[in-house]
């Protein structure tokens, strides 16, 4: 079988970590590739335990590939969130829950995107649809992925068929999902010993909207109060960051998943604008936004017409 990699998205999250691993699992499962699941950041502490309770090995860190390699691309399409050199690879499949930007290929592709809260739940829907079944291992790896984007349903980006795949999954995984939601949250929303620079690239995502380069993190926590402290050093940070990247705004979003609220931090421009498209008063360079809990589904855009003024 002809080999290929399976990638998520730069700065991996959990959906991006697990849905590599079970998509290639998914493409020798079904015949197609002799698949081989990469990633291109650092393993998160949410996906650790994921790692760690499944037994399952992280895959291998991968910075570049040689020109012509094959690739399937899941939980991502944009140019600036794939893998350097990405114009130089053979994209030949994507599965993906995101809008569509900067994206190209040179030839036909196997393109599946879905309006879903998670790529888990596409694959799990691509398992079903060739009428073979996920192994346990597989199965955990697409629950934990589905509660993670989804937080457990409570992210405004879940649809039924996300409910539908986790009920689907979680019984071929055999596990209490309420018990290992809480397990994984908990690890999740740990920002025990993380320094500033830390917990502002953890989950950080690049986006070219309008030509304006935009960059946007998140930090979940189970608390926000407790991270009230730390906003300056988090302020200085971003601010550092965002001068070295050139990017135009650097936006971060402190979400507390319990309270279903989140604060919003921004460096750079659209500061006020944000805040009123969010109908927040602005404090300093940040302001509170109940009900925000997705960037993809909330925040980008609203950043968006922000930034293109409509
Ligand atoms: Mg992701
Ligand atoms: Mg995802
Ligand atoms: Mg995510």
Redesign the pocket.
């Known amino acids: 079988m002809e080999k290929i990699y399976v990638s998520g998205h730069k700065v991996p999250?959990t959906?991006s970590i697990c849905s590599a691993i079970a998509y290639a699992q998914f493409l020798k499962d079904s015949g197609q590739y002799d698949a081989q699941a990469i990633r291109l950041g650092e393993i998160s502490r949410e996906s650790q335990f994921v790692l760690d309770t499944l037994e399952v090995a992280a895959p291998p860190l991968v910075e570049a590939l040689e020109a012509g390699t094959a690739i399937a691309l899941v939980d991502h399409n944009e140019r600036g969130q794939a893998i350097d050199g990405i114009e130089e690879l053979d994209i030949r499949q994507v599965v993906d829950h995101h809008r569509i930007a900067n994206f190209e290929t040179k030839g036909p592709v196997f393109y599946r995107a879905e309006p879903v809260g998670c790529t888990a739940t596409i694959v799990s829907k691509l398992y079903r649809e060739r009428g073979l079944t996920p192994d346990e291992t597989t199965a955990g790896l697409l629950t934990s992925a589905i509660l993670?984007?989804t937080l457990y349903f409570r992210s405004p980006t879940t649809t039924q068929e996300d409910r539908e795949a986790l009920d689907y999954v979680s019984k071929l995984a055999g596990l209490n999902v309420d018990d290992y939601a809480d397990r994984l949250f908990k690890a999740g929303t740990s920002l025990e010993g993380m320094s500033a620079q830390e917990l502002i690239s953890a989950d950080a995502k690049e986006f070219n909207i309008d030509g304006k380069l935009a960059r946007v993190a998140q930090v979940m926590t189970a608390d926000l109060a407790s991270v009230e402290p730390v906003l300056p050093e988090l302020m200085e940070a971003m601010d550092e960051v965002r001068k070295e990247t050139g990017a135009q705004t650097f936006v971060l979003m402190v979400t507390d998943i319990f309270q279903e609220t989140s604060k919003v931090l921004v460096s750079g421009d659209y500061v006020a604008g944000l805040a009123s498209a969010f109908e927040s008063p602005l404090e300093g360079s940040s302001f509170m936004a109940p009900g925000l809990l997705s960037r993809k589904k909330q925040m980008i855009p609203k950043l968006t017409d922000t930034i293109t003024g409509k």
Do not use: K
């Open positions: 999250d959906d993670s984007d």
